[in-house]
């Protein structure tokens, strides 16, 4: 995984887009919309923007020193669960945070950056379907 293209890849969304908390969300309740009525109380989207930003801070964490990232991860994946959130949906959310990203940089959105989000995903998809944060301790993680 290239931690570069990644950073490169969300510091021109940032650039690009002041907030992305709202584009994030259309997409996530188009392909989800049976998860837009559990934000019914989210209705100045504080909430969903702590969540992004806690997303960006976990990929931050993960492509770097991954001091928190992975348990955070498997953590939250038994959280939203007691919210209803099935682990399906749960794991497809750094899927929309990057196609965001994608669709917000456009043309800037290289075939090594696709590779590096790629590879970003998959190993992000062990810890959430992986939950079980004993069982993965040594586990080998995929590259």
Same mark, same amino acid.
């Given at each position: 995984?290239?931690?570069?293209?990644?950073?490169?890849?969300?510091?021109?969304?940032?650039?690009?887009?002041?907030?992305?908390? @709202?584009? =994030?969300?259309?997409?996530?309740?188009?392909?989800?919309?049976?998860?837009?009525?559990? +934000?019914?109380?989210?209705?100045? #989207?504080?909430?969903?923007?702590?969540?992004?930003?806690?997303? +960006?801070?976990? %990929?931050?964490?993960?492509?770097?020193?991954?001091?928190?990232?992975?348990?955070? %991860?498997?953590?939250?994946?038994?959280?939203?669960?007691?919210? $209803? /959130?099935?682990?399906? /949906?749960?794991?497809? +959310?750094?899927?929309? /945070?990057? &196609?965001? /990203?994608?669709? =917000?940089?456009?043309?800037?959105?290289? @075939? $090594? %950056?696709?590779?590096? #989000? !790629?590879?970003?995903?998959?190993?992000? $998809? +062990?810890?959430?379907?992986? @939950?079980?944060? &004993?069982? !993965?301790?040594?586990?080998?993680? @995929?590259?």
């Amino acid at each position: 995984m290239n931690a570069e293209l990644i950073e490169r890849s969300l510091e021109l969304a940032a650039e690009r887009c002041e907030d992305l908390t @709202p584009l =994030v969300y259309a997409r996530l309740f188009a392909d989800h919309p049976q998860m837009e009525a559990m +934000f019914w109380g989210d209705t100045n #989207w504080a909430i969903r923007g702590e969540m992004l930003s806690k997303v +960006f801070s976990a %990929i931050l964490d993960f492509i770097g020193e991954r001091l928190y990232a992975h348990t955070l %991860i498997q953590t939250e994946v038994v959280n939203h669960a007691g919210y $209803d /959130v099935p682990p399906d /949906v749960f794991r497809v +959310f750094f899927g929309t /945070v990057a &196609a965001t /990203v994608r669709e =917000v940089i456009g043309a800037d959105w290289t @075939p $090594d %950056i696709d590779q590096a #989000w !790629t590879d970003l995903l998959a190993q992000l $998809d +062990f810890y959430v379907t992986h @939950p079980n944060q &004993a069982e !993965t301790q040594g586990a080998p993680v @995929p590259a």
